[in-house]
């Protein structure tokens, strides 16, 4: 448990960033080079592969070199995981509306 703790950590560290959540987002419909990631941010190669690395770090993307050219693909497994405890989350949460909803129907019939 506490292993899934900690990827999830790494995960969702690596997504509070707008850049990096910018790059998965772009990775979903298909690998790209790096420089094609990079074009439309406005930073230095080298501040927008930090960015990479902590992606590539956390599991999310994996990266191949053929060249001279960096080719970044999605890690659809990793995103399973963040769907897994959002599904968790929302069973949860669910589960408590209904008994407040249920608490507040019964008090409202037991005034009657």
Known sequence: MEQYQTQLDGIFQALADPTRRA??????RGPASVGELA???????PSFMKHIH???GA???RTSKAGRVRTCTIERAR???IDS??????????????????F???????KK
């Open 79 to 81: 995103l399973a995981a």
């Open 85 to 102: 405890w959002l599904n968790e989350q929302r069973t949860i949460w669910e589960g408590r509306t209904d008994r407040l909803e249920q």
């Open 54 to 56: 902590m992606l590539e």
């Open 59 to 61: 599991g999310l993307i």
């Open 104 to 110: 507040v129907t019964q008090d409202k019939e037991a």
């Open 23 to 28: 790059v998965v987002g772009r990775l979903g």
């Open 39 to 45: 074009a439309p941010f406005d930073m230095a190669l």
